[in-house]
């Protein structure tokens, strides 16, 4: 399960990348995110335009795992996708890209938290996600608050990662078209992008620690 990833890209990358209207956003360089932290995701406005706009990592928890709790924390990465629970989310309007530039596997035996990225450099690139808006109470001390949630997809993991993490990975868009065809095609079309990178399409770029320290300048 990926619970810490990294965007180390200026808002004018993401842009660029994502073809996203630049909005007014406080996008920070973000080394860490952690699950309930806001991070950049790139939406499907009204419009038809796509809009980049800050949202919490963490979609709604199914009602069988709040039983007994006063909070919903949220759900990170979403695997069954034919789950009543996330089928509601399916749809191209609930579809969003969430840049990144590296994440972390955790493996004790190995270094702790091992960190993923498409090359040295740190390529931008982006997850297949989901998004939505809700109101519960994600912290006591917040109280109820509606707030525009995401998480993203995993799948199985491909063989880097497996070493790794041999149970997952998030699923990663890597062209054009395949960001194209989840932020607008039907489900039975899109269901597709749900699927590992090839081996080899990933490396090691750090082993330990809780931020990607390394800049890489655009």
């Known amino acids: 399960m990926c619970n810490l990833y990294a965007m180390r ?25 952690f699950p309930d932290y806001a991070a950049p995701i790139v939406r499907q406005a009204e419009a038809g335009e796509r809009e980049l706009v800050q949202a919490r990592w963490g979609m709604p928890s199914p009602q069988f795992a709040l039983a007994g709790k006063k ?14 629970h996330w089928r509601r989310w399916l749809g191209p309007e609930h579809r969003c890209l969430v840049p990144f ?14 960190w993923f990225a498409l090359g040295e450099d740190r390529p931008l690139a982006v997850f297949a996600g989901l998004w939505t808006r809700w109101t519960s109470v994600r912290k006591l001390k917040e109280g109820e608050v509606t707030a525009d949630l995401f998480g993203f997809l995993t799948t199985e993991p491909n063989a880097e990662v497996a070493a790794i993490h041999p149970k997952a990975m998030p699923v990663i868009l890597t062209t054009a078209e395949e960001r194209d065809t989840w932020l607008r ?3 039975s079309e899109a269901f597709a992008l749900q699927r590992p990178l090839p081996d080899g399409a990933l490396q090691i770029v750090q082993r330990g620690g809780k931020r990607d320290e390394v800049v890489v300048l655009g």
């Not at 808002?11 to 920070?28: C, S, Y």
């Not at 530039?101 to 091992?114: P, V």
């Open 9 to 33: 890209r200026t808002q004018a990358e993401v842009v660029a990348l994502t073809r996203a209207l630049l909005q007014p956003v406080n996008q920070p360089d973000m080394p860490g995110i």
């Open 101 to 114: 530039t590296s994440f972390s596997e955790f493996n004790k035996t190995e270094g702790g938290d091992i």
């Open 185 to 187: 095609a039907p489900w």
């Open 71 to 84: 909070t919903d924390p949220g759900v990170t990465n979403i695997r069954n996708t034919k789950s009543p």
